[in-house]
């Protein structure tokens, strides 16, 4: 089979080879750290720096198509691979690695995201405060995950205690939501659009903790109109692959919180729980292949994250023979560190 270029080594490159090499593909993982979990399943390996050009045009002339796993390679090295067959979608990376860019974007194609302005310094804080009211979130433009790099502004006196840190960042109004839901959608380069059925997400301390689908009445009602937005935003951006925008369901509707131009955890239940995982889909999309159904293979399911230090017991998951338990080989166990998963599936 052919070689497909991963870049980034994590949880995401390595699901996304182990459903790669179910076709019959073999996959070449590009990272920076030396202890990779998705080179662990590869056939190659690269460890260099991102910014390493040399190292880059090698590893993408290995590959029949390259993707990423990671949103916030830089998008510069990858333009200067020019001709390499890539489907790293820089200008997807681009737009969403800033959340600047990335409200005005989705707001340009008619989603409504919280209110929000750029912050560069406490006097553009204390303006923003003002403008959109507090309570709110100071978040860094660029480069969080897993709710780091966000800070909680309850009170103008929050802002005015905060040592800002020396980087671009954004104020957005505190969203009032009974729930948090996601869009993950699948399009083939043929331009064949796949919706995954939307799962309702529970966060902890900014870490997604818990997926369950179907999601409730409440929050199915708002999934066309945030389905709409995606399929648009896949559209514009003539994207190929697997999508995923959050939103939170508010009694006004759904309201934008980011977009990942990636395979994504609150999908992570569509291994075992869909006809097609996101993995798979994502796969079939970059090589040119037809898509998968993405309807239900069960009644309902539930995806656990096993988040570190929480001790969890492994053989009492394996006991329950609806569960099905993935780890990821990380070493150590760090709190907030995504250590594996558990999918349930209730059948009948
Ligand atoms: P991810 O790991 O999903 O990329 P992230 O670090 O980019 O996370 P966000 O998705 O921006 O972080 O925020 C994490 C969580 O914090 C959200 O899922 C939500 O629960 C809460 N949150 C973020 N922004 C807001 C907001 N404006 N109003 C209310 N809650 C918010
Ligand atoms: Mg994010
Ligand atoms: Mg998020």
Redesign the pocket.
């Known amino acids: 089979g052919e070689t497909i270029g991963i870049l980034g080594g994590g949880q995401l490159g390595r699901m996304i080879a182990m459903a790669a090499a179910q076709l019959g593909y073999r996959c070449h993982v590009y990272a920076p750290e030396p202890d990779s979990i998705a080179a662990e399943v590869c056939a190659r390996f690269t460890c260099a720096a991102w910014d390493d050009a040399e190292a880059m045009a090698e590893f993408a002339a290995d590959c029949a198509v390259v993707t990423y796993e990671f949103e916030n390679v830089p998008v510069e090295p990858l333009k200067a691979l020019g001709a390499t067959p890539l489907l790293a979608h820089a200008r997807a990376l681009e737009t969403a690695q800033d959340?600047l860019n990335e409200k005005q974007f989705v707001t340009k194609l008619g989603g409504r995201p919280?209110p929000f302005a750029p912050v560069d310094n406490a006097q553009d804080l204390a303006a923003a405060i003002d403008a959109i009211g507090a309570p709110?979130?100071l978040?860094t433009r660029r480069d969080?995950?897993?709710?780091?790099?966000?800070w909680r502004i309850r009170t103008p006196e929050d802002a005015a205690a905060l040592d800002l840190p020396q980087t671009a960042l954004i104020y957005?109004?505190?969203?009032t939501?009974f729930a948090?839901f996601s869009v993950i959608l699948c399009r083939g380069s043929d331009g064949d659009v796949r919706f995954f059925d939307s799962a309702c997400?529970v966060?902890e301390a900014?870490?997604?903790s818990l997926s369950t689908v179907p999601a409730p009445a409440e929050v199915l009602e708002q999934v066309p109109a945030a389905r709409e937005l995606a399929g648009k935003v896949a559209e514009a951006l003539d994207y190929v692959g697997v999508l995923t925008l959050?939103f939170?369901a508010t009694v006004e509707g759904p309201v934008f919180?980011?977009m990942?131009p990636r395979v994504h955890?609150s999908g992570h239940w569509t291994i075992e729980g869909a006809v097609t995982s996101q993995f798979e889909n994502h796969v079939r999309a970059i090589c040119g292949l037809p898509l998968g159904g993405t309807s239900l293979a069960a009644r309902s399911i539930e995806m656990r994250n096993l988040i570190g230090d929480e001790a969890d017991d492994w053989a009492a998951i394996l006991a329950n023979p609806a569960n099905h338990l993935h780890l990821y080989g990380k070493g150590a166990s760090r709190p907030g560190r995504k250590m594996g998963h558990v999918t349930r599936l209730i059948l009948d």
């Open positions: 959340r919280a709110g979130i978040k969080g995950y897993d709710g780091k790099g966000q957005e109004g505190f969203v939501f948090e997400n966060h900014g870490i997604l959050e939170f919180n980011e990942a955890n």
